[in-house]
């Protein structure tokens, strides 16, 4: 077994830099990876490209690298949840663009199984085709996509082992799994750090070989962002 | 004039046995609330759940299970979860057989514009473009015209679009309308809406045979 342990989030964010190019894991804020945004946060390094499908709410996710103007790009898909956000980019202070949720989530997929670019229907007749090379497949006229070139991976699993085999649960899965392989480095951090040999390899969503760090996070808040029910 | 449930109960009669649905936010959400029970329908939410239902009980909330409105859900029995790649490869590979989202504006040729107002309001497309690049079956269910006054079905979209000759249906507070050829045909009225404000509140060009029945609910 290799192991990919590391004792804390400050030993699984070493070697993050200025200027570099970050993926987080998460839809909304459920599955965001929390202990790495507040390390990031601490080390407050600057000049970010971050591909994301959301940018957080405005005190809380991705939001607090907003605050801190330490975001230069941002790579989603839907963004209406923050103020400051909107801001910045109305301002053009923030870089951002805005690609459909599927072609973000196959971009990271991309970069993940070595596939340096695809074909989509998605986005064909819109300016999200400005620019990108189209090409008709079977009547139908797609756009050429290239595959995420991240530094940094940073994913939120529930359970882990140290070989960094993840399961996932819910809709915290989301992007996950897929950004997973898909950054140069890798870092998991998971609620429950469990025992080599505990998790059953009939279940487990992604295999060890795609994580290079894993640690238990200190903490996860898990914030909800609209919470709907119905009376009893 | 019908009001957004009134256009979600219309829409839940065009949800059929054996169907798997995408509903976008906002009147599309309502359709679950509407759709007869006597049918089997798994609702896909493209955040990764097939098969939700209803909102939790409170005190039941779970953060890690929500829809794509990020609102918390539960799901039914037969429910999965998954990644966002093979969401989209549900989508994208048209294993959804009902798609049913909002819309600022739709043209005549079936464009749809609803993801950004230039200079004032930008908040992304989600899912939406993959969505309706792909979708077999896509009905808008919006409101006729804008807080304004304005129509919203135009000749030609005049916002950034979501994509291209997409739309099939429309269901607003006034009116059933397909998008044929030749532009919106006019299939049916809300109740006591009569075809002559319905023509009104079109911009584009409204065609109307014979005669227009009301909406049955």
């Known amino acids: 077994m290799i192991n990919k342990t590391v004792p804390n989030v400050s030993e699984a964010l070493k070697g993050v830099k200025d200027g570099m190019t970050f993926m987080f894991g998460g839809f909304g804020l459920s599955g965001i990876p929390e202990n790495a945004i507040a390390e990031l946060v601490r080390l407050n390094i600057k000049g970010l490209t971050c591909i994301s499908n959301n940018a957080g709410v405005d005190d809380f996710g991705l939001g607090l690298l907003l605050q801190q103007n330490q975001v230069k790009k ?8 923050n103020d ?3 801001r910045q980019m109305l301002s053009g202070e923030l870089e951002v663009e805005l690609i459909p949720q599927g072609t973000l989530a196959e971009r990271c997929r991309a970069a993940q199984a070595g596939i340096p670019a695809f074909y989509t229907p998605a986005g064909y007749g819109t300016e999200v085709q400005d620019g990108k090379e189209t090409r008709e497949f079977n009547g139908k006229m797609h756009i050429m996509e290239r595959a995420f070139d991240a530094d940094f991976g940073f994913i939120k699993a529930w359970k882990g082992d140290a070989a960094g085999n993840l399961v996932f649960k819910g809709t915290a899965r989301n992007f996950n799994p897929n950004m997973c392989g898909a950054a140069k480095v890798t870092v ?3 609620e429950e750090l469990v025992p080599v040999g505990e998790l059953d390899p009939n279940e487990i969503h992604i295999p ?3 994580v290079q760090r894993i640690f238990k996070g200190a903490h996860f808040e898990k914030r909800i962002e609209q919470r709907t029910v119905r009376q009893r | 004039m019908l009001d957004k449930n009134g256009i979600a109960k219309r829409i839940a009669k065009e949800v059929k046995d054996g169907y798997y649905v995408n509903l976008g936010i906002g009147i599309p959400t309502l359709v679950a609330n509407f759709v007869r029970d006597d049918i089997e329908v798994e609702f896909q939410s493209e955040n990764g759940v097939l098969g939700m239902g209803p909102f939790p009980y409170e005190g039941e909330e779970d953060p890690d299970i929500i829809n ?3 609102q918390t859900i539960t799901t039914l029995p037969g429910a999965s979860f998954f990644d966002s790649a093979m969401s989209f490869s549900m989508i994208r590979g048209q294993h959804v057989d009902l798609t049913i989202l909002g819309a600022m504006e739709v043209a005549e040729n079936g464009d749809i514009a609803n993801w ?10 989600g899912g939406a473009m993959d969505l309706v690049a792909s979708a ?10 804008n807080r304004a006054g304005a129509s919203k079905l135009l000749k030609r979209c005049t916002l950034p679009l979501t994509g291209v000759g997409c739309v099939k249906k429309i269901v607003t507070n006034m009116a059933v309308i397909e998008v044929t050829e030749g532009g919106f045909e006019l299939l049916e009225r809300a109740p006591g809406v009569s075809v002559e ?10 065609m109307v045979r014979g005669e227009i029945p009301e909406m049955k609910l």
């Open chain 1, 74 to 81: 941002m790579i989603s898909s839907y963004v209406g949840e």
């Open chain 1, 84 to 86: 400051e956000f909107e």
């Open chain 1, 208 to 210: 060890g070989i795609f």
């Open chain 2, 197 to 206: 404000a319905i023509k009104e509140a079109t911009e584009g060009h409204l």
């Open chain 2, 68 to 70: 794509a409105g990020k």
């Open chain 2, 136 to 145: 077999e079956n896509i009905i808008v269910a919006m409101m006729h015209t």
């Open chain 2, 116 to 125: 950004k107002i230039p200079g004032k309001m930008v908040k992304g497309m």
């Open chain 1, 188 to 190: 998991a951090e998971v």
